[in-house]
C-alpha cells in the first residue's frame, strides 16, 4: 500500500516557475516507478512526467520537455516537478501516481495508486 499527497500547486502568470511535491508512505516506494499526470476540465487525465524507481530513467511528454523536470528522493520517499515557463495550457489538476513495482510505464492504467491533486493555474 502506497498512500500520496501532493502540494504545491497555486495560481501563477505565465512565464513563472512553481515546484509540485508528492510525499509518499509505504515500504515500496523505492521500488515502484513514480509519474505525475494532469488532467484539465473536460479532458483526459493525461501523463506528464515518469521517473523510474532507481531515478536512473526518466520521461516527459513532449509538451513538457525542457521546461519541467521530475526528481525523486527515496531515502525522503518524496518526488518533485519542477516547473518552469508555466504556460496558460498548463493549467490542470496535476496528480502524483505510484507505478508497478520495477516497471517502466506511462500509461495512467498502469498505476496503482494516486493522490489526491494540486490545482495549478497559469494566467496570461
Known amino acids: 500500500q502506497v498512500q500520496l499527497a501532493e502540494s504545491g500547486g497555486g495560481l501563477v502568470q505565465a512565464g513563472d516557475s512553481l515546484t509540485l511535491s508528492c510525499a509518499a508512505s509505504?515500504?515500496?516506494?523505492?521500488?515502484?516507478?513514480m509519474g505525475w499526470f494532469r488532467q484539465a476540465p473536460g479532458t483526459e487525465r493525461t501523463f506528464v512526467a515518469a521517473?523510474?524507481?532507481?531515478?536512473?530513467?526518466?520521461g516527459y511528454a513532449d509538451g513538457v520537455k525542457g521546461r519541467f523536470t521530475i526528481s525523486r528522493d527515496n531515502a525522503k520517499n518524496m518526488v518533485t516537478l519542477q516547473m518552469n515557463g508555466l504556460k496558460p495550457e498548463d493549467t490542470a489538476v496535476y496528480y502524483c501516481?505510484?507505478?508497478?513495482?520495477?516497471?517502466?510505464?506511462?500509461?495512467?492504467?498502469?498505476?496503482?495508486?494516486w493522490g489526491q491533486g494540486t490545482q495549478v493555474t497559469v494566467s496570461s
Open positions: 509505504g515500504r515500496t516506494f523505492s521500488s515502484r516507478i
Open positions: 501516481a505510484a507505478g508497478r513495482i520495477f516497471t517502466w510505464t506511462t500509461d495512467s492504467r498502469n498505476y496503482d495508486y
Open positions: 521517473i523510474s524507481a532507481s531515478g536512473g530513467r526518466i
